[in-house]
């Protein structure tokens, strides 16, 4: 979407043919299934066309929110397409209610709780309902122009009416910079080898029984722990079918005791999420106060700190002040594939 002055303009929004099957977490998410992209362009033909889009706007600076997700993605469509991406100043509006110091600043916000925080809500006119699931990219891409119009008359009321002050807060990176940070970060995993055996004694059969004995209960307990151990994928699918049974967690809970090699913490936590679920919110704080230093003693691995941030019982919900929207003399393109900007300046280096 372009934004001229306040006015969205042209729009470039494409589906593609990744020339395989949606895997269907993803439909579940973005609502696409793959019979919606039977009839798609490839993703080479695709970015061609975005990269004569880019070319109409040469010295477009890209707005993206959560730029460490969308530029990535898109360089790495480009390499498997055997093309070159694109290099352009990148500034991420996640991290903007922070850095022009506003009121009620939430780190790392969701678009949609910046949506709501400032009441935008572009729609898709001229579009069915029905059809809505496919235009979610461009529904975001207006999203983000309005919500990034707002961030821009916030700054020029702290006084930030210079572009280049604007920029010196903004602090924009390269799209080359933030697809290798992110190269940097990510590690080779060596995928778990889970024994045929295993995957026929312990997922091959049918679960608890619907009043097991202690010794079914046992028995049930050590395939959970041999999951764990192996870091099979298939065990945080057998706990989630049984985390209805009450005591389960308490009977789990001490494998805790047992993880004493690399990743097994991992594993398990995951394991254990689902039971965590039944808790309130006290007793899922109890919990974490409990086992917090058994937890913190097992041998680190990659997702140990993700497993653990996903089972803390916290959450943080801001509801910041209604703040009226100003016009900006700022020349504003936005295109995402998710939710990416193109800010171009344009009026005399003014914000």
């Not at 949606?22 to 490839?42: P, R, Y």
């Not at 990176?173 to 312990?202: F, L, M």
């Not at 046992?218 to 945080?236: F, I, M, S, T």
């Not at 997702?303 to 919900?317: E, G, K, Q, T």
Request: aromatic share 4%; proline share 7%.
């Amino acid at each position: 979407v372009v934004l001229l002055n306040g006015s969205r303009r042209e729009t470039f929004h494409q589906l593609t043919n990744p020339g395989v099957p949606v895997d269907k977490h993803s439909s579940a998410h973005n609502g696409i299934k793959t019979a919606d992209l039977k009839k798609a362009d490839d993703n080479a033909t695709v970015l061609a066309e975005f990269d004569g889009f880019l070319a109409e706007h040469p010295e477009a600076i890209i707005v993206c929110h959560n730029a460490y997700f969308d530029i990535p993605h898109l360089h790495a469509a480009y390499t498997r397409a055997g093309m070159t991406p694109f290099t352009r100043q990148v500034i991420d509006s996640m991290f903007l209610l922070v850095r022009l110091r506003l009121p009620d600043a939430v780190a790392r916000p969701k678009l949609t709780t910046l949506s709501a925080h400032y009441g935008v809500d572009t729609g898709l006119p001229g579009i069915a309902k029905p059809q809505h699931r496919l235009h979610k990219a461009l529904d975001d891409a207006q999203n983000t122009a309005e919500v990034l119009s707002w961030m821009l008359a916030e700054a020029a009321a702290k006084g930030i009416t210079e572009w280049s002050d604007f920029l010196a807060v903004a602090k924009p990176k390269t799209s080359d910079e933030i697809a290798a940070h992110q190269a940097r970060r990510r590690r080779k995993v060596r995928a778990p080898s889970i024994p045929v055996k295993h995957v026929t004694a312990v997922h091959g059969k049918r679960g608890l029984p619907r009043t097991p004995t202690t010794e079914q209960l046992d028995a049930w307990v050590g395939h959970v722990r041999d999951c764990a151990l192996l870091h099979c994928p298939n065990a945080v699918e057998k706990v989630t079918v049984e985390a209805h049974r009450p005591a389960l967690l308490d009977r789990l809970t001490p494998l805790i005791a047992d993880c004493t090699n690399a990743g097994d913490i991992g594993t398990l936590l995951g394991v254990l999420e689902p039971l965590l679920h039944t808790l309130d919110r006290p007793g899922a704080r109890a919990w974490c106060r409990t086992n917090h230093k058994a937890i913190k003693a097992a041998p680190a691995c990659d997702d140990l700190r993700a497993a653990a941030r996903r089972i803390r019982p916290f959450s943080v919900n801001a509801a910041p002040p209604d703040r009226v929207p100003s016009s900006t003399p700022l020349d504003i393109e936005v295109r995402n594939r998710r939710s990416t900007a193109h800010l171009a300046p344009g009026c005399a280096g003014s914000v």
